[in-house]
């Protein structure tokens, strides 16, 4: 901390409990916060380039590896683009099983952030190791044994847990016996009990005053909670599909970040992410689970991005209760059919745990990639996270400085950014003067 006068500056030289290397820079002078920049500079990683030249049927791995957290998504978007391209319908049986294995990411990602990284700030820690010390062992035990079923399921169905490799594109390369998905609903159930008391746990944290006016979007369909399919609805605006995605939406350069800004070309900012997607999709939710979200004081909107954490348990709670249903009624698919090459192109998108990804890709004869292009939801939150900071750091000036950087981090990872997806640190800055 330094200061001279009226100019105090707050620099922090790490975060932890986010995914990837940035910085935060707040500047305030007076009573008007007058700049807030969430920066990135980590170097790109050019998987849109290095997807070119290789076989459409690769997309699905090597997407994969751009996150550890949730390699599904990228790999169910990436089958979906290819599908579209190349004018494949996959069999029902197979797209339930993609959804089983989806529920499997959302448990394994959303218990990570909630237990690990989340949980510490409403607790007033300065991590998850700290609250597991200090009278939370319990709190720290459930998201483990929660993440381990997400785990166990994205195992099973997907080869390991980490990058699955049973995915391709039309389907899966080996489709499993009835029997042996019945070997995970013991842990899923487990961590089904363990979830209905965590929705309430999160119900009852302590939530800052805050209310976002910011347009949502998310996946939606017909008949059940968007995770692997959907036509992308808005608060704003009319559904669309995945081809209409770079016509309506807009990716430009900001010379702060690395990263991409992604905004409506008409309507400005959006956020994707389990609030918006909550909030666009809470009437397909089973009774049960809006019963339990009412309990633990959540309307069928969520505008306070601190309750993001209850979201996403209620979201768990979710996903548990659908694998085990998606166990009870499985059928093996049968295989993917082949891949005709042609000149083609198409695009497709799911719900990672963070929100709506999304892939087009651009085949030439010969069926490899000619042109790539990815989307993933951090890009899109990041200007609408700048819009959150800005007026929250106006609304809590009163605050000391250090209780405001407390705040801002805090505020910063309700979105659960996944800068790089791979943890590093945020650098945050507050420069005061009157």
């Not at 550890?68 to 190349?86: F, H, K, M, N, R």
């Not at 079923?149 to 390369?173: C, D, K, Q, T, Y």
């Amino acid at each position: 901390m330094s200061g001279d006068g009226g100019e105090r500056t707050i620099s922090v030289g790490e975060l932890a409990r986010v995914e990837g290397e940035g910085a935060l820079h707040v500047r305030i002078r007076g009573e008007r916060v007058e700049d807030v920049r969430l920066e990135i500079f980590e170097p790109p990683r050019f998987f849109e380039a290095l997807l070119r030249g290789r076989p459409a049927a690769d997309a699905p791995d090597i997407t994969s590896r751009i996150c550890g957290i949730c390699p599904i998504a990228y790999q169910v978007s990436a089958c979906a683009a290819v599908e579209d391209a190349l004018g494949i319908e996959i069999d029902e049986r197979a797209r339930a099983l993609r959804r089983l294995i989806y529920c499997g990411e959302w448990l394994e990602s959303h218990s990570l952030h909630v237990f690990m990284l989340h949980a510490p700030d409403f607790l007033g820690y300065e991590g998850a190791i700290e609250m597991a010390r200090d009278g939370h062992e319990q709190l720290f035990q459930r998201g483990l044994l929660i993440k381990r079923a997400g785990n166990e399921l994205m195992a099973l169905v997907g080869g390991r847990s980490v990058h699955p490799v049973n995915l391709r594109v039309g389907g899966f390369h080996r489709s499993l016996r009835a029997e042996e998905l019945r070997g995970v609903t013991e842990t899923l159930r487990r961590a089904r009990d363990e979830l209905v008391e965590a929705v309430a746990w999160a119900g009852g944290l302590p939530f800052p005053d805050r209310v976002l006016q910011t347009e949502y979007a998310s996946l939606r369909t017909e008949d059940d909670y968007p995770m692997e399919r959907g036509e992308l609805y808005s608060s704003a605006g009319d559904p669309i599909g995945p081809d209409r995605f770079e016509d309506d939406y807009l990716e430009s350069h900001v010379s702060h970040s690395t990263a991409l800004h992604s905004r409506h070309r008409e309507r400005g900012n959006y956020i994707v992410g389990p609030i918006a997607r909550y909030s666009l999709n809470f009437d397909l939710l089973p009774a049960p689970i809006a019963d339990a979200a009412r309990s633990a004081g959540l309307g069928p909107i969520c505008r306070n991005p601190f309750q993001s954490i209850v979201v996403r348990c209620v979201e768990m709670l979710y996903a548990a209760d659908e694998a085990l249903r998606l166990i009870d009624a499985y059928e093996p698919p049968p295989p993917a059919p082949p891949l005709e090459p042609r000149v083609a192109a198409g695009s497709g998108w799911s719900e990672a745990p963070r929100g709506m990804l999304w892939h087009r890709y651009e085949l030439d004869a010969d069926g490899r990639i000619s042109k790539a292009r990815i989307v993933p939801p951090t890009s899109q939150n990041q200007a609408a996270i700048e819009d959150d900071l800005s007026g929250l750091v106006q609304a809590s000036l009163d605050l000391p400085d250090d209780d405001l950087q407390w705040r801002c981090e805090q505020a910063v990872r309700n979105y659960d950014p996944c800068i790089s997806c791979s943890t590093h640190f945020l650098r945050m800055e507050i420069d005061r003067r009157d």
